[in-house]
């Protein structure tokens, strides 16, 4: 059980404050649960990926883009780790942290995703430079990485909880992108199939410690508020490739062709 005591703040609404009735835990789960009809596989964007109507150059961005989100998860997730007082917690939460930097024989996640941006036709080094990753989704990238760094840590596990719509959408990519792509090297679809597994797990432990820690109803409003913050990053990071991919709007294309995005501020 995870402490619901919190180093930072004596006003948080995850300590013991009644104001109001309580959803009980089933009420809650599918509360929660009912925040997946705005999970990013509903944006047009993932639906023309899906259905196969997106381009090779609509799969690349999308890869390029993701990938500066696959590369800051180990940041959050350190953060949050930093901000724990809980020992169970850590012990459990650094896993995630392991499956994406990787260790042992495991190479993780971030090197899976490499992989997968050489099956589209991007190369490593591409990737790495991020020239390719949009100030839209950079500052939504930002603006998630900076909330956790800050935040209580109950509140930063909170907004984990789109994990629990990830496994559908890793499941949908195996399914319909070879059919729909064969173009796309096979062994890109490595990390998908790695993250089914590691989704789940993650879900388990995410439900855990909402259902722990939200007992009370503004505990539990600020739980969901939280958790359409996280869907509201990924959506706009679609919003963003669909004007730059879609319609042919990139940032600054009134001005000129080049990609001239800043690459991240010291």
Request: charged share 25%; proline share 10%; aromatic share 10%.
């Given at each position: 059980m995870p402490s619901l005591t919190s180093p930072f703040t004596t006003s948080s609404p995850f300590d013991n404050r009644t104001e109001g009735q309580a959803l009980d835990q089933t009420a809650f789960r599918a509360a929660l649960l009912a925040k997946g009809d705005y999970y990013h596989t509903h944006h047009?964007?993932?639906?023309?990926?899906?259905?196969?109507?997106?381009?090779?150059?609509?799969?690349?961005?999308?890869?390029?883009n993701r990938f500066y989100y696959q590369v800051m998860i180990p940041q959050k997730d350190a953060a949050l780790l930093a901000n724990c007082p809980d020992a169970d917690t850590r012990r459990r939460w650094v896993q995630r942290l392991l499956d994406h930097d990787g260790h042992g024989d495991d190479t993780g996640g971030i090197e899976a995703w490499l992989t997968l941006g050489e099956a589209v036709g991007l190369t490593r080094e591409e990737l790495w430079s991020q020239e390719y990753v949009l100030p839209g989704v950079r500052f939504a990238v930002d603006a998630y990485i900076n909330f956790v760094r800050r935040a209580d840590w109950r509140e930063a596990a909170i907004s984990s909880l789109t994990e629990l719509f990830a496994p559908q959408a890793h499941q949908s990519r195996l399914a319909t992108w070879p059919e729909h792509y064969p173009w796309i090297d096979e062994t890109g679809y490595t990390y998908f199939r790695k993250r089914l597994g590691e989704a789940r797990r993650d879900v388990e432990h995410g439900l855990e410690l909402a259902l722990a820690i939200c007992t009370t109803l503004p505990a539990q409003q600020r739980a969901l508020e939280i958790l359409q913050f996280k869907l509201d990053v990924l959506w706009s990071m679609l919003d963003a490739m669909t004007l730059a991919y879609q319609l042919d709007r990139p940032p600054y294309h009134t001005v000129t062709q080049q990609r001239v995005y800043h690459r991240g501020l010291a």
């Open positions: 047009p964007y993932q639906v023309d990926m899906a259905e196969g109507r997106a381009t090779p150059e609509q799969i690349r961005g999308w890869v390029a």
